[in-house]
């Protein structure tokens, strides 16, 4: 049986009379109102879901595993020369985003491409004027890097008149090819949502009280923690505490005041937190610090996608972070490039996806940046590199 962080005996004992409680109070007088965005708080039972909670671990020790083959494309076209990609970014203080562009830029130098980065600062007037940037510099094609292709909509018609291709990053929620994207590239949001609810399943006994962090205004991201969210209520032992709807570009000034009020709200009941991003819990560590929280927790906190560099800090030294799902950045940033290169050679899009990872302290290496095996080599040969 497999296990990532527990907490003190007597923590969890305390833990469990509070759920034992709850469970009475609950029938008395019903459930509480506990989220900012109105989400039921559902009853914790001792019990927990044994039936969840065994598939749940297993599909943990699957997805902790280091040794993932490269199981993406090993044909192609060879790389077509004198090309330049314009990376808009929904914002370089997103490590996911910054990430993925620093892939684009280490392929490009590969194949022998130029690469430039607009930031888009975070805004939708930023993001807006990027992308009319990038359209104007007529480049051989565009990354979306992040954000809603709906949100910059006549830039990239304009794009596409002009038959420059564009390439999502996290873009939608799908890995495929979508209206105006030649294709779109991220893990799939089921499995990191899935996998992000299966580790709080599996690292409580399926009894907890969750916190999610999302930023809505980002449809990616809502539809991640949404997805969260049913992921969680297969356990009828998981108690939803709190959805916290926090903008990423307003995390450092928000989230020490929400985790604050957090705290005093929830107190012993808060066991278990998961971001839609990593950054939430760096801004985070003040507030737990401040409150003379423990960094090797309750709560245990796993961010649900991205990979910040910074994270992994985080986990190797109990830092008020114990797990993350981390996207294979630089493998997508290659990915990006190789389905330009399909695009500008008449080929369809691969169709890759990357299966999901979680990176914890309790690996033999420790929880560090993670990619399959061997996809630079491929891709190299792919293109006559």
Request: with cysteine; net charge neutral.
């Amino acid at each position: 049986m497999h296990r990532t962080r527990k907490a003190p005996p007597r923590t969890r004992a305390a833990r469990l009379a509070s759920c034992a409680l709850l469970v009475t109070a609950t029938a008395l007088i019903g459930c509480e109102r506990g989220s900012s965005d109105g989400a039921d708080e559902t009853a914790t039972g001792p019990g927990g879901c044994p039936v969840v909670q065994t598939s749940a671990q297993e599909a943990v020790a699957r997805a902790e595993r280091r040794d993932t083959p490269w199981g993406g494309p090993t044909s192609g076209p060879e790389a077509v020369s004198g090309k330049s990609i314009v990376y808009v970014a929904q914002t370089m203080t997103n490590p996911g985003v910054a990430g993925a562009a620093n892939g684009v830029r280490e392929a490009a130098r590969a194949i022998g491409w130029d690469v430039r980065v607009i930031d888009g600062g975070g805004t939708p007037a930023g993001i807006q004027a990027a992308m009319s940037e990038a359209v104007a510099l007529r480049p051989s094609g565009i990354v979306i890097g992040g954000f809603d292709p709906d949100s910059t909509a006549q830039q990239a018609a304009r794009a596409n008149a002009q038959r420059i291709p564009l390439i999502g990053w996290h873009a939608v929620p799908e890995p495929s090819r979508q209206p105006d994207l030649f294709t779109n590239v991220t893990t799939r949001v089921q499995d990191v949502a899935r996998i992000s609810a299966q580790w709080i399943i599996s690292d409580s006994d399926g009894r907890a009280g969750v916190v999610v962090i999302t930023d809505a205004s980002i449809p990616f991201a809502r539809n991640k923690s949404d997805l969260i969210r049913k992921e969680l209520a297969r356990c009828e032992g998981v108690r939803l505490l709190s959805v916290e709807n926090i903008p990423i570009p307003d995390a450092s000034t928000r989230t020490p005041r929400e985790i604050s009020s957090l705290l005093s709200r929830f107190q012993d009941r808060w066991t278990h937190s998961v971001a839609i991003n990593d950054l939430y819990f760096a801004d985070a560590a003040p507030a737990f610090r401040a409150a003379g929280e423990k960094g090797a927790g309750p709560p245990f906190n796993i961010g649900a996608g991205d990979g910040d560099p910074s994270a992994f800090q985080r986990i190797n030294s109990r830092q008020y972070q114990a797990a993350t799902v981390p996207e294979p950045l630089s493998l997508q940033g290659w990915q990006i490039v190789d389905e330009f290169n399909r695009a500008f050679s008449g080929r369809p899009a691969s169709g890759y996806t990357a299966p999901v990872h979680i990176a914890t302290a309790v690996n033999s290496e420790g929880a560090k940046t993670w990619d399959p095996s061997g996809y630079r080599e491929a891709y190299r040969e792919i293109w006559g590199k």
